[in-house]
Nanobody, 113 residues
Framework: QVHLVESGGGLVQAGGSLRLSCEAS????????MGWYRQAPGKQRELVAS???????NYADSVKGRFTISRDNAKNTVYLQMNSLKAEDTAVYYC???????WGQGTLVTVSS
């Protein structure tokens, strides 16, 4: 059974940093592209960053230069390092395995201004 479990969310002041983790199980993690999405209150879920099995990355314009996605295939984990956080980054962040259409439960990030 596919499981994606996010962690690392919390409350942080604007300008601060957080690192989100998503631990995967139940599928061959190393061959799957992975992504991080977010959904702010009253808004649609949007792609934040994605990473291919080979490590190529893609970012939303709003987070380029501030966020970094990475993966550790030995730990079946994908990360999202978030720096220079802004109030508009406040959202629930979700891990996504695209080929499986599988989502994690989400982790809340709140950035206070």
């Amino acid at each position: 059974q596919v499981h994606l479990v996010e962690s690392g969310g919390g409350l942080v002041q604007a300008g601060g940093s957080l690192r989100l983790s998503c631990e995967a199980s139940g599928f061959p993690f190393n061959i799957h592209p992975m992504g991080w999405y977010r959904q702010a209150p009253g808004k649609q879920r949007e792609l934040v960053a994605s990473i291919t099995r080979g490590g190529s990355t893609n970012y939303a314009d709003s987070v380029k230069g501030r966020f970094t996605i990475s993966r550790d295939n030995a730990k079946n984990t994908v990360y999202l390092q978030m720096n220079s956080l802004k109030a508009e980054d406040t959202a629930v962040y979700y891990c996504y395995a695209r080929y499986l259409d599988a989502w994690g439960q989400g982790t809340l990030v709140t950035v206070s201004s």
